[in-house]
Each structure stands twice: as C-alpha cells, then as structure tokens.
T-cell receptor, first 115, second 114 residues
Framework: EAEVAQSPRYKITEKSQAVAFWCDPI?????LYWYRQILGQGPELLVQ????????DSQLPKDRFSAERLKGVDSTLKIQPAELGDSAMYLC?????????????FGPGTRLTVL | DQQVKQNSPSLSVQEGRISILNCDYT??????FLWYKKYPAEGPTFLIS?????DKNEDGRFTVFLNKSAKHLSLHIVPSQPGDSAVYFC?????????????FGKGTKLTVNP
C-alpha cells in the first residue's frame, strides 16, 4: 500500500540551530502539504505545493521557515534558526490532482523538540 | 478565529455502546467534511467524509451526520470497540480549484473501555 514517507521521525535540537525535514509523497500525487501540530491542537497548514509551485504559504513564518519541492516530487521543510516555540509534530500530506472528497494522505510525522 | 470547533476534549464510553463525537463550523463555504483518526506518534488516518450536499454518510460502524442549517456534524461509532480509542479530528475544506487545504478542529480523545 502506498504511503507518505517522512524522515526523521524524531529530532531534538537546541534553539538557534538549523533543522530540516524530508517528505516523499505517494507516487503520482500532485499536491503536497506541510502541517504543524502543536500538542493539544489540530494540524495547521504551513505550506501547500501543486507540483513544484507554492499554492499557499500564508501561514509559513518566512523569516525562519522555508520549503521547497524542486522537482515536484519530494519536499524539504527547513527551520533556521529553531526557537523553543517550534517544538511540535510536523506532518506531511499528499493528495492526487483531483480528489472526490478532498481527502489527504498523511505521513507519520516528525516530532521536533527544541531545547 | 476557529472555523472548526470540537468542544469536547475527551469522551469515554463502554465497549459495545455508541460513541458520538461532535463538530461545529462557522464557514458556510466548506463543501467537504472529513473525520480523521490519530494514534500517538502516528499521522492522522482518514476515516469517513461527507459532502455538504448530503446529510448522512455511512461506512460500516461509522456514520457521519451533517446539519447544514446548524453548521454541525457528528460522527457515530456503533458498536464502539477498544481499538477505536484514539484522537478524532474533524476537518473541513473549501474547494477552490486546487487549493483544498484542510481546516482541523482541536480533536476529541475517545477512550473505549472494555
């Protein structure tokens, strides 16, 4: 069964350091999403790609966060410098170009802890 | 301003009984509503969805009801099983020709006791 892959699963870093997360969506899925889930909250969209283009990055803190999907397949999310408040679960999701119910398929996530 | 609200942080039910999880929304432009289930240290997994033009969708033990006039939906699980214990997220989307982001509620933690 096709799945969204993410790595690493867990990351511990000190504040002011740089961190990067990787996501490989389900093969053929044109749309890729990065969400952040703070403990006790629901996931919130950070950035959405359609192929290699950014569709929505209105909630991405662009002073420290960046995301790319250069070839329209896998994607990297970077934080530099990391702050204590960035501790959260970072979830990647993908969906096909057309979806009957707007379903998104989520990866296992990367749990980030900033010390 | 939260567009999707799940006002019950937790729910506890006995095995075999019905679980009812509730969700309210404010944006009348949402056209699909989805329920996701999440276990600790895993990503959310899709459970069931409903289009805004319907008022009920059923899949096995899971049924979702939509009341558009009240901007309210609910997920019914019958009968509840211990394996259903997880956090359930209500999500909504507004189709905008390719920008179908999901807006999530805060989740309800369901515990099914044997």
């Amino acid at each position: 069964e096709a799945e969204v892959a993410q790595s690493p699963r867990y990351k511990i870093t000190e504040k002011s350091q740089a961190v990067a997360f990787w996501c490989d969506p389900i093969s053929g899925h044109a749309t890729l999403y990065w969400y952040r889930q703070i403990l006790g909250q629901g996931p919130e969209l950070l950035v959405q790609f359609q192929d290699e283009s950014v569709v929505d990055d209105s909630q991405l803190p662009k002073d420290r966060f960046s995301a790319e999907r250069l070839k329209g397949v896998d994607s990297t999310l970077k934080i530099q410098p990391a702050e204590l408040g960035d501790s959260a679960m970072y979830l990647c999701a993908s969906s096909p170009r057309t979806s009957g119910n707007n379903e998104q398929f989520f990866g296992p996530g990367t749990r980030l802890t900033v010390l | 301003d939260q567009q999707v609200k799940q006002n019950s942080p937790s729910l506890s039910v006995q095995e075999g009984r019905i679980s009812i999880l509730n969700c309210d929304y404010t944006n009348s432009m949402f056209d699909y509503f989805l329920w996701y289930k999440k276990y600790p240290a895993e990503g959310p997994t899709f459970l069931i969805s409903i289009s805004s033009i319907k008022d009920k969708n059923e899949d096995g033990r899971f049924t979702v009801f939509l009341n558009k006039s009240a901007k309210h939906l609910s997920l019914h699980i019958v009968p509840s099983q211990p394996g259903d214990s997880a956090v359930y997220f209500c999500a909504a989307s507004e189709s905008q020709g390719g920008s179908e982001k999901l807006v999530f509620g805060k989740g309800t933690k369901l515990t099914v006791n044997p």
